[in-house]
């Protein structure tokens, strides 16, 4: 059964950073678009950034210029670099291959001193 298995998260203090990885147990990668969204306690989940097969990428407003997202397709893996964190960035972080409908479980980042 494929899979998306998210990595990476803890806790970290506020103007930390931290790097998520996803990786994804199937085959043909490259061809999927991903995306990073996340979860925060009683809220709904909301997207956070997306990288295209072209590594093309976008960013929520709420992160742009602080998160990065990039991708390994020899490794089957996206990543999500979370710069100068802040606490109201703590949440379960989980990565979409949204052509498969396919999410992994998520990992928890905590921001907070």
């Known amino acids: 059964q494929v899979q998306l298995a998210e990595s990476g998260g803890g806790l970290v203090r506020p103007g930390e950073s931290v790097r998520l990885s996803c990786i994804f147990s199937?085959?043909?990668?490259?061809?999927?678009?991903v995306r990073w969204y996340r979860q925060a306690p009683e809220r709904t989940r909301e997207w956070v950034a997306s990288?295209?097969?072209?590594?093309?990428?976008e960013y929520a407003d709420s992160v742009l210029w602080r998160f990065a997202i990039s991708r390994d397709n020899a490794k089957n893996t996206a990543y999500l670099q979370m710069n100068t964190l802040k606490p109201e960035d703590t949440a379960v972080y989980y990565c979409?291959?949204?052509?498969?409908?396919?999410w992994g479980k998520g990992t928890l980042v905590t921001v907070s001193s």
């Open positions: 979409n291959i949204p052509a498969l409908d396919l």
């Open positions: 199937g085959t043909i990668f490259n061809r999927y678009n």
């Open positions: 990288i295209d097969r072209d590594q093309r990428t």
